[in-house]
């Protein structure tokens, strides 16, 4: 009995064994697929946005800038406020 069925695991070892290596090649494929996705990606977020590193003098400026309008402000109130 046994000997009439190695035959047929034979068989479907191949089956199998074709169909690992199928799915093996369309892994590799959708891999690099994704691969070459995501590197689009960043380029793209690249063009579009800065980094910490870039923003700082800008953010340093911007605070600044801030700061003094804030403090003119509070400068007219309190001058306001002696005055009267």
């Excluded at 996705?37 to 793209?44: D, F, L, P, Q, V």
């Amino acid at each position: 009995m046994l000997m009439t069925s190695l035959p047929f695991i034979k068989d479907e070892l191949k089956d199998i064994k074709s169909n690992l290596e199928t799915l093996e090649n369309k892994f590799d494929e959708r891999l690099e697929i994704i691969s070459v996705n995501i590197s689009a990606t960043y380029g793209e977020f690249q063009k579009k946005y800065v980094r910490k590193e870039e923003f700082a003098p800008i953010k340093a400026v911007v605070y600044g800038m801030a700061g003094m309008i804030l403090a003119g402000f509070l400068s007219g109130v309190l001058v306001l406020v002696l005055k009267s």
